[in-house]
């Protein structure tokens, strides 16, 4: 007997045939003598339909009314996934964050978890029945419903699998696992059978968004290991787990390509203590998050600034630059949005040389020309005309041999 948390995401139970086929699969997994506690997102789309309510009623809602607003979502599809296990025979409670015992902060909409409490689930558990816990919400010492921020049932049962002590934490989703490159852009990309958080973190980071950072995060932190497979189909899915040694024997486990960054250049500013400083405050003023910063080497006293920025953001960073062009010495603002990120990820860059002389000869011969570079520890990304962003994708897979993996 195993106890297994699963997290079933908003397609997986999108209407109510899909609702009636989760039903069938926590049934079977049941029937395997195993205990199972389910997490479940709201119907897909359901929550971006809600905010687009509140907005067409005020521009400006409170957020704590919003987690009222939000939280229904999910509401709806556990009391449904409870009643079609109740319809197969199946013994079934679904419970609220806050009745599943998930204590948060008080900052409504996005809401870190400070304590979980299961008493209740284990007490069902113990009774014989299959716990649905309401992802993406929690209750804060006041009694609050607090929403985890967008994405945030993943972290509810991640969060929930370590104090659960849950031999098995399945994140079902619409996607056979994590790929080593969008199946629809690299048609010989492969699923992948293991990655390391820290790998998945880069991934999600660089464009492929198969799961919310921070549940990845917390997952890293406390431990946990899950597997992300498809609720559509039976086949094993990607298990995300610490890395290991054996892990860097593959020196790139992944390509991403993000297309939602904007370059922005800040050119010709004085080459002195303080300018990049100046930038950066100012966006930082304006909560914009900068991911590649390039500055090139000053010449007679003038240097150019080069960095991205997420594209929804550009008009907000041109507002918030404009007013220091003058304190950093005059310099000019130019926006850039038709480019992409593309990145390669792997733990096993550590300890291999000529990554990044293999990457970026595969782009010289596809013909994409490199405008920026930035590497970590196990990532180099670079960003490119938006226009090569395919070819590219597939000139980096081949040339790590991803294809195969
Ligand atoms: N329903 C929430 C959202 O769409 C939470 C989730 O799906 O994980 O963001
Ligand atoms: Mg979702």
Redesign the pocket.
């Known amino acids: 007997m195993a106890r297994i948390v699963q997290k079933y995401?908003?397609t997986s139970v999108g209407d109510v045939e899909r609702i009636k086929k989760v039903a069938e699969r926590i049934k079977f997994n049941r029937d395997e003598g195993n205990e199972i506690v389910v997490v479940v997102?709201?119907r897909a789309g359901v929550?971006n339909e809600l905010i687009a309510r509140a907005k067409a009623v005020t521009p400006h809602p409170s957020e704590r009314e919003m987690d009222m607003l939000l939280s229904i979502?999910?509401q709806e599809t556990i009391a449904l996934v409870a009643m079609a296990l109740h319809g197969l025979g199946v013994p079934a409670v679904s419970y609220t964050g806050g009745q599943a015992g998930i204590f948060t902060d008080k900052v409504h909409t996005r809401a870190k978890i400070q304590a979980i409490n299961p008493a209740s689930i284990e007490k069902d558990l113990k009774a014989g029945k299959v716990v649905i816990v309401a992802?993406?919400q929690g209750v804060n010492a006041e009694g609050q419903i607090t929403t985890l921020g967008?994405?945030?049932?993943?972290l509810t049962a991640i969060a929930l699998a370590a104090p659960l002590k849950a031999d098995k934490c399945e994140i079902y989703t619409d996607v056979d696992g994590v790929y080593t490159a969008d199946p629809r852009v690299v048609k010989t990309a492969k699923k992948l059978t293991e990655i390391s958080y820290d790998e998945m973190l880069e991934l999600a980071s660089s464009g492929s968004k198969v799961m919310q950072s921070r549940s990845v995060e917390f997952a890293k932190k406390f431990g946990v290991v899950f597997e992300v497979r498809s609720s559509f189909n039976y086949n094993p899915g990607t298990i995300v787990k610490e890395e290991v040694a054996y892990m860097e024997k593959v020196v790139v486990r992944g390509v991403a390509v993000d297309k939602d960054q904007a370059k922005v250049i800040v050119s010709n500013i004085l080459d002195k203590p303080g300018s990049a400083a100046k930038v950066f405050r100012a966006l930082a003023d304006a909560s914009i998050i900068v991911d590649m910063i390039v500055q090139n080497v000053g010449r007679n006293g003038i240097a150019n600034l080069t960095f991205t920025v997420p594209q929804t953001d550009t008009h907000k960073a041109q507002k918030a630059l404009e007013p220091v062009l003058d304190e950093v010495g005059g310099g000019q603002l130019a926006i850039h949005e038709g480019i992409a990120k593309l990145s390669v990820v792997g733990v096993g860059m550590k300890t291999h040389s000529g990554v990044a002389a293999t990457l970026f000869q595969a782009l010289a011969d596809a013909n994409v020309n490199i405008e920026l570079i930035t590497t970590s520890e196990i990532k180099i990304s670079v960003v490119i005309d938006q226009a090569h962003a395919e070819t590219a994708a597939r000139a980096a897979h081949a040339a790590f041999q991803l294809d195969q993996l």
């Open positions: 995401g908003g997102s709201a929550t979502g999910e992802g993406f967008r994405g945030g049932s993943d």
